[in-house]
T-cell receptor, first 114, second 111 residues
Framework: DGGITQSPKYLFRKEGQNVTLSCEQNLNHDAMYWYRQDPGQGLRLIYYSQIVNDFQKGDIAEGYSVSREKKESFPLTVTSAQKNPTAFYLC?????????????FGSGTRLTVV | QKEVEQDPGPLSVPEGAIVSLNCTYSNSAFQYFMWYRQYSRKGPELLMYTYSSGNKEDGRFTAQVDKSSKYISLFIRDSQPSDSATYLCAMKAGGYQKVTFGTGTKLQVIP
């Protein structure tokens, strides 16, 4: 079955530590996205990529970094510069073009700072 | 002002009730309108989408778009406890624009 796989499901980070969240898709989608979800704030776009080796900052990119070396993979690194990283992180993918309303989401990674 | 406004709820209804979920928006360029359903601790899943104005029905769900009022609605008939989830509206302009999401409305259907 096609879909998006995010791992791990739960992640604990110590202060000052970088952590990487994995996102893999087998839908052959060109575009991939990272969102952060906090209670009462909805989905906020961190980074997105429309093609391999290219990505753009979203609304809250500070303290995060991404790479897109393969079409299927779009890992997100939460760096120590991100002061409030505790949140639910969602990866999504879509086709490109006018009909890209159909985002497919992964099951999310819940990151907690300890 | 946010581009998309959605009442966060929570909305609590008895089983079998008709549920109305709504969003307003300010960007007149939006042409595609979607509703996503998100169960607790899961990613959102696309429930319905509509292009431009009008109604679209799928089983117990009806999506309605009124572009003149910049208002969209999702109606759920004969609501079930399994409908308990957070519902996010989403919309985008034409071309290669990104999707803009509402903050979500939490719905609880009580047996």
């Amino acid at each position: 079955d096609g879909g998006i796989t995010q791992s791990p499901k739960y992640l604990f980070r110590k202060e000052g530590q970088n952590v990487t969240l994995s996102c893999e898709q087998n839908l052959n989608h060109d575009a991939m996205y990272w969102y952060r979800q906090d209670p009462g704030q909805g989905l906020r776009l961190i980074y997105y990529s429309q093609i391999v080796n290219d990505f753009q900052k979203g609304d809250i990119a500070e303290g995060y970094s991404v790479s897109r070396e393969k079409k299927e993979s779009f890992p997100l690194t939460v760096t120590s510069a991100q002061k409030n990283p505790t949140a639910f992180y969602l990866c999504a993918s879509s086709i490109m073009g006018p009909r890209n309303y159909g985002y497919t989401f992964g099951s999310g990674t819940r990151l907690t700072v300890v | 002002q946010k581009e998309v406004e959605q009442d966060p709820g929570p909305l609590s209804v008895p089983e079998g009730a008709i549920v109305s979920l709504n969003c307003t928006y300010s960007n007149s360029a939006f042409q595609y309108f979607m509703w996503y359903r998100q169960y607790s601790r899961k990613g959102p899943e696309l429930l319905m989408y509509t292009y431009s104005s009008g109604n679209k029905e799928d089983g117990r769900f009806t999506a309605q778009v009124d572009k003149s009022s910049k208002y969209i609605s999702l109606f759920i008939r004969d609501s079930q406890p399994s409908d308990s989830a957070t519902y996010l509206c989403a919309m985008k302009a034409g071309g290669y624009q990104k999707v803009t999401f509402g903050t979500g409305t939490k719905l609880q259907v009580i047996p």
